[in-house]
């Protein structure tokens, strides 16, 4: 009777608590929406800008764009004195230089685009007169010379060029090479180590013994520590103690200028460590939901212990690590702060070239020009996050496509 008195009153609260569910849903892809709308405003809009010299006027009429290397070179040579001329083919003697590569030193040592104001694109659905009206406002002297252009900041040349102190041609290769070698060190460390450390708690492991309780609850723990303090551990094992291995001095291999140790290999193995905890945790739920009738038909067949675990449990245990290895990725492709304590820089040209190479990433790209106070590097920090985003979605799709693989397979 009790029961049925109180039926109604329980449907009751479940209706509620499932539209506090939904709202929360809600307010989340509402927040996730705002969030890239806010992303894409500014990663298009129009720029106000001037210039030291027309490029019109450098070729007769005839756009750079279409200039061979000899033409581009001679623009160069008539252009710029002897000394800069030097200094600009000192590090990489002239035959190497191709075509984009020299278009970029006109753009930079002779037509000398500066950036005066850009907005965003909602602000863009004003006329150029209007937007000339609020430049000159701020920079009345250099509002009746400025060109106006409607720019789209992320493109082709945006995601292929190197990093640069000027903001027209800087770009984010090199940035997205080394959060692909780092993704690529970390994973070679924390998936192997993480995989074999689940399989060993979980199988072999004697959940009675205090050493193995310890274990366990410092692995929980650890997936809760901040980053920073991973930082400041990959600092002290991997900068300052293996600083010969790390850097490659120890091999007689490795970049002169990385030799305290700051190299991509320190922040892999950095970043490895701070989602080895993800991993190994999400290792374990992944194995111990595989159905212990599993095991005992292996072992019924007569398949030692470890081949039950390799030809039955990680076979079946396989999507679910999987989903917690996208999880560490994710993680560890957005993080910042232990990048910056290892020693990640924040400008530079050259593209890693191998473990002990130093580096950047896309993340650290991002903050160093959002710390920036000139508008155009937040138009710059805005189309960085889009190739952010995809270069993660991708990365993730592709691991979601193997764990939907396996699942169908076992």
Do not use: C
């Not at 366990?216 to 991973?230: D, E, G």
């Not at 593209?351 to 130093?358: A, E, K, L, Y």
């Amino acid at each position: 009777m009790q029961f049925i008195t109180n039926l109604p009153l329980r449907h009751r609260i479940g209706k509620i608590w499932v539209l506090i569910f939904q709202l929360a849903m809600v307010i989340g892809i509402a927040a996730l929406a705002a969030l890239m709308i806010n992303i894409v405003n500014d990663s298009i809009g129009y720029m106000a800008y001037t210039v030291k010299e027309d490029p019109m006027t450098l070729a007769d009429g005839k756009p750079l764009e279409t200039l061979t290397s000899e033409e581009l070179n001679q623009i160069l040579v008539e252009n710029t004195t002897a000394n800069r001329y030097k200094t600009i083919f000192k590090e990489k003697p002239l035959e190497e230089w191709t075509q984009p590569d020299l278009l970029e030193a006109v753009f930079r040592d002779v037509v000398k685009p500066t950036v005066l104001k850009t907005w965003s694109f909602t602000e863009s659905f004003k006329d150029v007169e209007q937007l000339r009206e609020e430049l000159a406002e701020t920079k009345p002297k250099e509002a009746p010379n400025a060109s106006f252009e409607y720019k789209r900041w992320i493109s082709t040349r945006f995601l292929s060029s190197s990093q640069n102190s000027d903001p027209l041609l800087a770009g984010l290769r090199t940035a997205i090479l080394g959060s692909l070698w780092i993704i690529g060190i970390t994973m070679l460390f924390a998936i192997p180590i993480g995989i074999g450390a689940a399989i060993y708690l979980e199988e072999f492991a004697n959940q009675e013994l205090w050493i193995n309780k310890i274990i366990q609850t410092n692995i929980n723990n650890l997936a809760a520590v901040p980053s920073l303090s991973y930082g400041m551990l990959g600092l002290t094992i991997f900068v300052r103690w293996l600083g010969p291995i790390t850097s490659g001095a120890a091999f007689g291999y490795g970049d002169p200028n990385a030799i305290n140790g700051r190299t991509i290999f320190a922040g892999g193995l950095t970043l490895g460590l701070l989602v080895l905890p993800i991993v190994i945790i999400n290792s374990q739920e992944a194995i111990r939901s595989v159905p212990d009738s599993l095991r005992q038909a292996g072992y019924g067949l007569g398949a030692t212990k470890l081949q039950t675990i390799w030809a039955h449990v990680l076979p079946n245990a396989i999507p679910g690590i999987l989903t917690g290895t996208i999880l560490a990725v994710s993680r560890a492709f957005g993080e910042t702060a232990p990048l910056i304590v290892v020693g990640v820089s924040t400008f530079i040209t050259v593209d890693p070239s191998n473990f002990f190479s130093q580096f950047t990433s896309l993340p650290a790209q991002i903050y160093q020009w959002t710390a920036k106070p000139q508008d155009v590097w937040r138009n710059l920090a805005a189309a960085a996050i889009i190739a952010l985003m995809v270069l993660l979605l991708a990365l993730n799709a592709l691991a979601i496509f193997l764990r939907n693989k396996y699942a169908k397979k076992y």
